[in-house]
């Protein structure tokens, strides 16, 4: 049984939700305001929290920074906000999954079980992966460069260990849209050119000078070893 926040302060919505996440096995609290979200995921420790943006007393987009300063749990944004820019800006601030209104428990249902799927698969006997001079430890969520240590924001941290998990392969960005952002109907190119430039300064190389990460125009991008022949 799943232990549930659903973090909503529509009413109706917020009664609708308990009722049906209930009847299909979970156990569920419920909070309408951002700062007792914040109180109850702190003191519960939910497995997966369900969150609202539009909150009385506090941007749900803030208690999503606010709770990623402190905890990992896993977070889906349940909301009417279906920009696309807004999406994406919730996933990089650190959502599992984004969801918008109006969706039914059912959906909710099936998005709850796949996020917790991944955070439990996350929590288990990952490899430490090794390309090169880079070394990616995904327990620890650690990143090495020629024994350095390099500082990777959390969506930096997992488009690298996407890719070091396919050496040497073309992956596409359609793909580490996909699978990355989990933003499974497509979305702007722009968001993983602007990361991958971010990753490459942070690994000492850029688009014209690669050393790891290597862009194959019109396809996507790989990752190799130095050296590696291609």
């Known amino acids: 049984m ?6 909503e302060d529509d009413l109706t919505i917020r009664a609708t939700l308990l009722r049906a996440l209930r009847e299909r096995g979970h156990a569920v609290a419920a909070a309408s305001t951002a700062l007792d979200g914040l109180r109850e995921a702190l003191d519960d420790q939910p497995d997966l929290v ?5 909150l009385p007393d506090l941007d749900g987009g803030e208690l999503l920074r606010m709770l990623r300063a402190v905890s990992s749990v896993p977070v889906i944004v349940a909301t009417a906000r279906d920009d696309e820019a807004e999406i994406v ?4 601030a650190g959502a599992d999954d984004y969801l918008v209104k109006p969706f039914t428990a059912a959906q909710l249902d099936a998005r709850a079980r796949a996020v917790l799927r991944r955070s439990t698969a996350d929590t288990g006997t990952d490899p430490v992966l090794v390309v090169g001079g880079l070394r990616i430890d995904p327990r620890a969520r650690q990143v090495t460069l020629d024994g350095v240590p390099v500082e990777l924001t959390p969506r930096e941290f997992d488009l690298l260990h996407h890719l070091a998990g396919r ?3 073309v992956v596409t960005k359609r793909e580490l849209l996909t699978e990355v952002w989990r933003i499974p109907y497509g979305g702007a190119d722009k968001t993983v050119d602007v990361h991958l430039s971010w ?3 942070k690994l000492g190389e850029s688009a014209q000078e690669p050393r790891y990460l290597h862009t194959v125009r019109g396809v996507g991008v790989r990752l190799d070893a130095p050296g590696s022949s291609r």
């Open 2 to 7: 799943a232990r549930l926040l659903l973090i």
């Open 50 to 54: 369900v969150l609202d943006l539009g």
């Open 89 to 92: 800006r919730m996933l990089d």
């Open 167 to 169: 050496p040497g392969q």
């Open 199 to 201: 990753l490459r300064r």
